[in-house]
């Protein structure tokens, strides 16, 4: 009874609330259309696109909080409003006072990175990441120009360069077979094996070693880098008021406690990476004899590009960021999609097992991963399913432009429904299925790729914004999910009475299950 009075209470000043606010929304749609006619006639009476109905100052973030109170994600609310009212994949969406265009068909991702790509390659302002990481000095984040040009050469030729990446296989197998030995503990005790902090575990410590030389292997520096990680994770991809109202910036009160989270993260991160290139610089003469790690190439090519300490934390926080998360998701995804269809898991095991030259063999190395075909399409399979950025970072226009018909104004965030796109049913075939043989030789998607060429795949993004990092990030996946398919059948531990795997999923910059993945390993004899 008394909740039933509450619930009375609050509807009644709600209803007030709203009642006093309808002599301002009748104004400012009355200034709304005025602006709308003006915005027209500027613009050459040019077509935006189709858009849900709206509120007034809050556009549409209202529709994103009713789905967030459902428990639906933005991939999955914008591919369901885009829909019912967007047109040919295309609509636009009023995020607060910030007009965002959301693309969810492969041939408008086409025009936005390929068609249009010179002209929509750059990032809107987001006052969080400027702070974090030293006004944008790094890849992900930073505007298009030629700052953003030399941070992504420096990436793509001495840091994540094919080259590079083969000269880290040591530190990949050895860390392969530290993730086994702990498998392989569970297994003969016959226990549940948290399978979501063994690969977050090992895709963390490859990056680590690859770019500090391990140097951050100590139990309290990886308990920092981790707590940091998760905080920037969550600071840059939560819900920033002032990205959807950005005239509250202007407020000093309000600008001052935004740039103070942030700038609270900035100075934990360079006291860890302070240290760490202090320890660089310290032993570079030491560490010549030996393969370089990040930092070393960094610090080597300092003077060549000019770069700053700033430079070098930034790229940093970037590269563990972006280099972690991701692997590590795909990873816990392929074994969900694994233990959700028995089929799959039992077709793979053979090929792997097979395909390993000597049947002595405790482990799967780099050598044997070129001929295992199945593997690579069970990967690809689950990034169609799964990308670990179901929203890629969202693009911005620098100039008036179009899309698929569309007019583009200026200064426009365009987000790319990267999860809408893997599961168009007018493209893919039983797109909810996990079916990794849709990309086997004898089928019509054999030939999709990663390299950004197929709108419909777009699990590393595509044109100049493409992430880098496809390689370094595919062999650690490969080498890792072969081997746990290798020795150890899996069974889903028991929780709360039954077998079971929580779907429950949450969006911060990237797609997280909530759930840890508890499987039960079974060593068998090969």
Request: charged residues 25%; contains cysteine.
């Amino acid at each position: 009874m008394l909740l039933t009075m509450r619930v009375q209470t609050i509807l009644h000043y709600a209803f007030l609330f709203l009642l006093a606010l309808f002599p301002c929304y009748v104004t400012l749609l009355h200034f709304s259309k005025r602006s709308k006619s003006k915005q027209q006639r500027q613009h050459g009476h040019g077509r935006l696109p189709p858009s849900p109905p709206r509120l007034p100052l809050i556009g549409h973030l209202h529709l994103a909080f009713l789905y967030r109170l459902q428990g639906i994600l933005p991939n999955v609310s914008f591919r369901d409003l885009t829909s019912r009212y967007g047109r040919d994949g295309v609509m636009l969406v009023r995020l607060g006072s910030v007009p965002t265009i959301v693309v969810s068909s492969r041939r408008a991702a086409e025009a936005v990175m390929r068609t249009q790509d010179h002209i929509l390659a750059s990032r809107p302002p987001s006052t969080m990441a400027h702070t974090l990481l030293y006004g944008s000095l790094d890849v992900i984040f930073a505007p298009y120009g030629d700052h953003w040009r030399q941070a992504k050469k420096i990436l793509t030729t001495h840091l994540l360069a094919v080259k590079k990446v083969q000269s880290y296989r040591a530190v990949r197998e050895e860390e392969v077979r530290r993730a086994m030995a702990k498998v392989s503990d569970a297994a003969m005790a016959s226990k549940a094996l948290d399978v979501s902090e063994l690969l977050y575990g090992f895709t963390f410590d490859v990056m680590c070693r690859a770019a500090v030389s391990g140097r951050a292997g100590d139990d309290d520096m990886s308990r920092r880098f981790r707590e940091l990680l998760d905080v920037t994770e969550k600071l840059i991809g939560g819900f920033n008021l002032e990205d959807y109202i950005p005239w509250l910036l202007r407020v000093g009160v309000f600008r001052r406690a935004v740039c103070a989270r942030a700038e609270k993260v900035r100075k934990r991160w360079a006291e860890l990476l302070d240290k760490v290139i202090d320890d660089h610089e310290a032993g570079k003469q030491v560490l010549q004899q030996y393969e370089h790690d990040f930092v070393d190439v960094l610090l080597s090519h300092q003077h060549e590009y000019g770069l700053t300490r700033d430079h070098i934390k930034a790229l940093l926080i970037d590269i563990f960021v972006a280099g972690t998360d991701t692997s590590y998701l795909v990873l816990e995804y392929a074994m969900v999609e694994l233990m959700r269809n028995p089929r799959v898991m039992s077709r793979l095991q053979d090929e792997v097992r097979h395909g390993v030259p000597n049947t002595q063999e405790m482990e799967v190395t780099e050598e044997g991963l070129s001929s295992m075909t199945y593997l690579k399409s069970v990967i690809k399979e689950t990034l169609r399913l799964h990308p670990p950025a179901p929203l890629l970072a969202p693009h911005y226009s620098l100039t008036e432009t179009h899309i698929d018909g569309y007019m583009v104004p200026a200064k426009t965030p365009i987000l790319i429904n990267n999860w809408a796109l893997g599961r168009d049913t007018s493209v893919w075939e039983d797109a909810e299925e996990f079916k990794p043989e849709r990309f086997m030789d004898m089928s019509s998607e054999a030939t999709i790729n990663f390299k950004g060429n197929d709108f419909q795949f777009l699990p590393f993004g595509a044109g100049r914004r493409m992430c880098p990092g496809i390689n370094f990030s595919l062999c650690s996946i490969e080498i890792m999910l072969a081997n746990l398919v290798y020795r150890f059948n899996w069974e889903v531990a028991t929780v709360i009475g039954k077998p079971s795997i929580d779907m429950t999923e949450e969006l911060w910059l990237a797609l997280h299950r909530k759930e840890k993945l508890l499987l039960i390993p079974k060593m068998v004899g090969v």
